[in-house]
């Protein structure tokens, strides 16, 4: 039998959610709880964007002031990424905090091996919950699987009263209040929300830059309602995050049918079972996104998937399969078209797949670029200097 | 009833694992069903497979988001005994099943089980957290799960030639980072000791670093003799 695609297609572009699938918005919940006096609601600083999400309630994105949740993937193994995270937001003249009184959401380990329970999991949570508060700063987080297991938390702590107390037992312990932001924000939502300012200070044409975007499973599959999703991007029928600041900055957005896909992370198999992780990555993704798309370069918003996709290539490149494009954060994409140096703040040496072309696509000499970033490690080297600054890498 | 005979289940001389008496395998049921989350995961089964079908897993393995949802649904204990011996570390923890048309968290669901393997030291959690020693380690004692110096050629040999670059020259190149939290090598970044000292609290109020016990003695060995060291000089009692 035929497949009517025409057909289908018709029908999705008049797409409607089911009204059956609405989730109630949690914050009346979050704000009785704080009523009853178990919790603090940490308020959306103004000022903020508010953001069309998933089923259409209002999510209100704050623009300056964030204490940067950061992520252990992104700074251990792609330090670009959280760096041009850090470098687009100077640009923008924006204040933020990067704490050091911040750990990891452990959430990757409780995925991979379970060695954890919900108990500590929340605690976590609001450990670096209350240190941000604590700072006077709003909590944004650098990770998809961060965000998407706090979003868990948060249901978990409003829905079931005795887990609530149990963290609040051990927070007294930690002598730290027990506060929920009012919401959890993703940095993709703030660059999503920034886009038309990060695009008013782009120096870098990128028309003509073709790009596949792969959503992140637990930035929109996880606690669904809290997405960023905009009707004029795929007809609001995928989330609007990291495709609206590829838009916005003029490079074409192409579709590849397996988008839904996750990237084949798998949490323990990237660590300990790849070959599952590299089959996945390569073949449902790498290779339908070359295929069907042909992209110049895959833009992802989460540590997982840029990592996964990323480093899968290498292998199957001995297996001749159709691979070979490189992979980055928007953050990355964003900080080089608002003139970022490609080694100095996007740090594209720690990537693995070839990025070399599509620098030059950029109109980018990325030689110039390595032997200017040589430099400045010789500068480190004999001593001169002990740490790149951020002086150094606009000058 | 300690041996199955229906064929829908592996008896043990074939499953590759150990059978345990039925009252055994209704104990862990019991327990995974205990867990508060359990009931937000399950709401029944259409059995129309559209967790299948969005499950990266069930690509590659003989796994099925499905049956582990119906499964518990029914309060199958061999069927649910026999999941968690053999299927459940092979779930990705994407969450691509909870498209579920019912509401279900297959994923979630196996989380649970996961957990209730380790506590239990089930041999599949032990296989399954083989080789993964160093990574628990690194995240419940330093607060950080991949640190830079963990980027080691002979650890990830798959990757390319750049690991091998990032691992030659990691100390200049964490240098050459410009936010100052980030040039560190043995943590993704620098934590603060107090903050560390506050997550050792959690680790063993909320019981998880004794769930390490049944799965890995000596690293829970290991793991508790820092802390305790660690909470001893900041002068903190249990």
Redesign the interface.
């Known amino acids: 039998m035929t497949i009517p695609v025409e057909a289908l297609l018709k029908k999705k572009a008049r797409f409607q959610r089911d009204p059956e699938r609405v989730p109630e918005d949690f914050h009346e919940e979050l704000f009785r709880i704080e009523d009853e006096g178990d919790w603090i609601v940490d308020r959306v600083p103004e000022p903020y964007v508010e953001a069309p999400t998933k089923y259409g309630r209002p999510k209100k994105v704050p623009v300056a002031g964030l204490w940067h949740h ?8 792609i ?1 670009g990424y ?2 041009a995270i ?2 687009v937001m100077r640009k923008l003249g924006l204040d933020y905090n ?7 959401c ?1 959430a ?13 999991q929340a ?2 949570a609001m ?1 670096n919950f209350a ?1 941000a508060k604590e700072s006077g700063y709003y909590p944004l987080i650098h990770c998809g699987t961060s965000y ?1 297991h706090y979003k868990e938390v948060r ?2 702590l409003i ?2 009263p ?2 609530r107390h ?1 963290v609040a ?2 927070m007294a ?2 002598g ?1 209040p027990m506060v929920m932001p009012e919401e959890i924000v993703h940095y993709s939502e703030w660059f999503w929300a920034m886009r038309n300012e990060i695009a008013a200070k782009q120096v870098r044409n990128f028309e003509g830059i073709a790009v596949t975007v792969h959503p992140a ?2 930035y929109y ?2 606690v ?1 309602g809290d997405a960023i999703y905009d009707p004029d991007v795929y007809g609001g029928q995928r989330t609007a995050v990291v495709t609206g600041v590829a838009e916005a900055l003029g490079a074409e957005v192409r579709s590849y049918s397996t988008w ?3 990237c ?6 990237i ?2 079972q ?1 070959d ?1 992780t ?3 990555a390569t073949m ?1 993704k790498i290779e339908v996104m070359k295929e069907e798309a042909n992209p110049d370069v895959v833009l992802t918003h989460d540590t997982g998937c840029v990592t996964t996709l990323d ?1 899968s290539q ?2 199957a490149q001995a297996h001749q399969r159709n691979v070979g494009v490189p992979v980055m954060s928007e953050a990355q994409f964003a900080a080089l078209a608002m003139g970022a140096h490609p080694y ?2 996007c ?1 594209l ?4 797949a070839d990025y070399r072309p599509l620098l030059e696509k950029m109109g980018i000499d990325w030689q110039a670029a390595w032997a200017e ?1 040589q430099q ?2 010789k500068r ?2 004999s001593g001169e200097a ?5 002086e ?2 606009d000058a | 009833m300690a041996v199955t005979t229906s064929a829908l289940y592996k008896s043990g001389h074939v499953a590759g694992f150990e059978d345990v008496p039925f009252e055994e395998k209704q104990r862990l049921f019991d327990e995974v069903r205990a ?3 359990f009931p ?1 995961y399950l709401y029944g089964c259409y059995e129309c497979g559209i967790c299948v079908a ?1 499950c ?2 069930a ?3 003989d796994f099925s988001p499905r049956r582990v949802a119906q499964a518990a649904a029914r309060e199958d204990v061999e069927l649910v005994y026999q999941q968690m011996q053999e299927d459940i ?1 092979e779930c ?5 099943c ?2 579920c048309p019912r509401g279900n968290n297959p994923g979630g669901i196996i ?1 649970i089980m ?2 209730v ?2 506590n239990n030291g089930l041999a599949s ?1 032990k296989e ?5 020693s160093r ?2 380690y690194k ?2 004692s330093t ?6 110096d ?2 080691q050629p002979d650890a ?1 040999p ?3 030639p ?2 091998k ?2 691992s030659d ?1 990691l100390d ?12 560190t090598t043995s943590t ?5 000791d ?3 000292v ?2 050792y ?3 063993f ?4 670093l004794d ?2 016990k049944g ?1 890995d003695e000596g690293l829970h060995m290991i793991l508790e003799e820092v802390m305790e060291e660690r909470l001893e000089e900041e002068g903190i009692e249990r």
């Open positions: 950061k992520s252990c993937g992104q700074c251990g193994h330090p959280s760096t850090f470098w990067d704490p050091r009184d911040q750990t990891s452990t990757w380990n409780y995925y991979a091996s379970a060695t954890s329970n919900a108990a500590a605690a976590v450990r240190a998407g249901e978990e829905l079931h005795e887990l149990e037992r051990i312990k930690l730290k499973c637990h599959k996880l669904e839904f896909d996750c084949g992370f798998g949490f323990r198999h660590l300990v790849r599952f590299r089959s996945f449902r480093k290498f292998a100095k703040v740090q040496h720690w990537h693995s970033f400045d490690i480190l080297e002990e740490f790149l600054t951020w150094d890498v | 867990d508060m989350r937000d969005a990266p897993s690509r590659f393995y570390w990705s923890q994407c969450f691509s909870v498209r989380t996961r957990e393997a380790v959690a399954a957290l083989e080789g993964y990574i628990i995240i419940m607060g950080t799960q991949v640190s830079p963990m980027l990830f798959d990757w390319g750049e690991v670059d990032v020259n200049l190149w964490r240098r050459a980072l410009p936010p100052e939290t980030l040039h993704s970044w620098a934590v603060d107090r903050t560390l506050e997550l609290l959690i680790w109020e909320t019981g998880a769930m390490i799965v």
